[in-house]
């Protein structure tokens, strides 16, 4: 709330006025010389629809979101998607914000992008926003089409991994020729946006089954970039 200072003084015999921002000291402009202008800043909504990654007609409710100001330390808002996957956050003022998911919908995974937005005057008098600082593909959470703007949550994957033991010849080893019980191999993935560079994810452990298959799965594995096996 903006508090304003009216200042009356007196110069023979005739009264002047004037009115300033209380907090800042700026004079509120005139109309004429007898009328102010007090301006009241518009607010707006942002409204966002949570879908499936790779089919958005199927809506995700049970997502929780948190928009929090780049300006103001004490603005936090947390929203939840409802049925029909719809996100808002009303009274929404001017200035630069970020928007995190804290709460994945049930069997998805969280996304881990952060989204800047931009909410502004536009030419027409009302505020409007802009999503920021990402490059839309089919991993990434946030995707435009039209004038809706789509969060997506991607499912786990299963990963199934078979060793075969072979020798220089490439021909498969007899059981009586593997003396190991079990072996353990490195999960890594390729670091967003740097060519060639890997990251550790885990050790896999693979065994025999009773099939006499040397088989491991991987279950619920969130996979939104490049992995290898070493």
Not at 31 to 44: C, G, L, Q, S, V
Not at 118 to 141: H, P, S
């Amino acid at each position: 709330d903006t508090i304003y200072k009216v200042v009356v003084t007196e110069s023979n015999n005739v009264a002047s006025v004037a009115v300033t921002d209380s907090s800042t000291n700026a004079a509120v402009p005139k109309a004429d010389e007898k009328t102010y202008i007090i301006y009241n800043t518009p607010k707006t909504a942002l409204e966002f629809v949570k879908v499936d990654s790779e089919n958005s007609t199927i809506k995700l409710a049970g997502a929780v979101f948190e928009l929090t100001s780049t300006s103001d330390t004490t603005f936090k808002k947390l929203a939840t998607s409802d049925d029909n996957g719809k996100v808002v956050f009303e009274d929404i003022d001017a200035g630069t914000y970020t928007l995190v998911e804290k709460t994945a919908p049930e069997g998805y995974f969280a996304s881990e992008e952060t989204l800047t937005i931009e909410v502004e005057v536009k030419d027409n008098g009302v505020l409007g926003y802009t999503v920021n600082g990402t490059t839309e593909n089919d991993w990434l959470q946030y995707k435009k089409e039209g004038d809706t703007h789509f969060l997506k949550n991607t499912k786990p994957v299963e990963i199934e991994i078979i060793k075969e033991w072979k020798n220089y010849k490439g021909e498969e080893l007899a059981d009586s020729k593997i003396a190991a019980k079990s072996i353990t191999v490195e999960l890594f993935r390729e670091v967003e946006g740097v060519a060639n560079s890997k990251e550790k994810v885990q050790d896999v452990t693979i065994t025999k089954n009773a099939d006499g298959i040397w088989k491991t799965v991987i279950e619920e594995f969130y996979v939104p970039f490049k992995v290898t096996l070493e």
